[in-house]
């Protein structure tokens, strides 16, 4: 965030801020590989189960 200067922050600049994150931006982690990937399903034994679409690997 671009600050101005003021009383607290006599020189301005640039401020770090946290802020929430949108759920719609979050990804799981690949147990594989552990970067961020999406997430299909698959019928395994009957069962419905999540799988990670770069790899293929079943999650948990």
């Known amino acids: 965030k671009h600050v101005k200067p003021n009383q607290l922050n006599p020189q301005g600049g640039i401020v770090s801020q946290e802020a929430a994150i949108h ?4 990804m799981l982690i690949d147990p594989k590989s552990g970067e961020p ?3 299909g399903y698959k ?3 009957g ?3 999540r799988v ?5 690997a079943v999650i948990d």
Request: proline share 0%; net charge positive.
């Open 23 to 26: 759920i719609s931006n979050v």
């Open 37 to 39: 990937t999406r997430v």
């Open 43 to 45: 019928i395994e034994n």
């Open 47 to 49: 069962k419905k189960v």
């Open 52 to 56: 990670a679409k770069k790899s293929g």
